[in-house]
């Protein structure tokens, strides 16, 4: 029997579960271009200021994110150049491993959209 998952690997648990949203997935896609204003990512999004903004701030707890005040406007940007080397090594396996993460019957895109999988 497994026993709890090992204290050392939280962080890392944590960081995947940060990266685990597809629109934070997509905010952190556009800020790899560059910085960016919530509107601006309402826009490429189409989702609500409020939606952005949640997301947002999920990343900058996380400190993946930071924001730059410039005069009533925040500029949001990654901290971390690594996020990028993390993303390309994902795509990297997720063409390795072709449609079976798609299929998984816990974290695939089509149990989310019918609501099907396991535990998140």
Aim: aromatic share 4%.
């Amino acid at each position: 029997m497994a026993g709890p998952p090992r204290r050392e690997l939280m962080p890392a648990a944590a960081l995947f579960h940060s990266l685990s949203d597809a629109t934070r997935l997509a905010i952190v896609q556009r800020l790899a271009a560059g910085e960016a204003r919530v509107v601006d990512l309402t826009e490429r999004l189409g989702l609500a200021q409020s939606t952005v903004s949640a997301h947002l701030a999920c990343l900058r707890d996380c400190g993946l994110v930071a924001g730059r005040p410039e005069g009533r406007q925040m500029f949001y940007s990654l901290t971390r150049p690594e996020l990028m080397d993390l993303l390309a090594a994902a795509e990297t396996l997720l063409a390795a491993t072709g449609s079976a993460v798609a299929l998984c019957p816990n974290y695939s895109t089509a149990a989310e959209a019918g609501n099907l999988g396991g535990a998140r």
